[in-house]
């Protein structure tokens, strides 16, 4: 069964910092994007840092400088380093991997289960 499974998440005063990591299992011959977004209370889903099999990767305004997502291709892992946390930064952090490449020959896009990350003194 293919899954995305994150932990990492917890409670962290602002100015602190959190790693949260994402593995993938199953039979997966390859991923071409791995990606971290957030959903806070009231708000829609949006992407907080993104990292492709090529090397490239990208940031929300909101994060760059703070997150550094990196990148285990052969573990299939992803993660997510975050420094200087703002109380802004609470939400579920979802792991995301686009373009699975099962044995089948077919593309999935899977999504993790979510890990909540508070930010509060």
């Known amino acids: 069964q293919l899954q995305l499974v994150e932990s990492g998440g917890g409670l962290v005063q602002p100015g602190g910092s959190l790693r949260l990591s994402c593995a993938a299992s199953?039979?997966?011959?390859?991923?071409?994007?791995m990606a971290w977004y957030r959903q806070a209370p009231g708000k829609a889903r949006e992407l907080v840092a993104r990292t492709t099999s090529l090397g490239s990767t990208n940031y929300a305004d909101s994060v760059t400088g703070r997150f550094t997502i990196s990148r285990d291709v052969a573990k299939n892992m992803v993660y997510l380093q975050m420094n200087s946390l703002k109380p802004e930064d609470t939400a579920v952090y979802y792991c995301e991997a686009g373009s699975v490449r099962t044995p089948t020959g077919t593309y999935v896009e899977l999504w993790g289960q979510g890990a909540l990350v508070t930010v509060s003194s």
């Open positions: 199953g039979s997966i011959l390859g991923i071409y994007a």
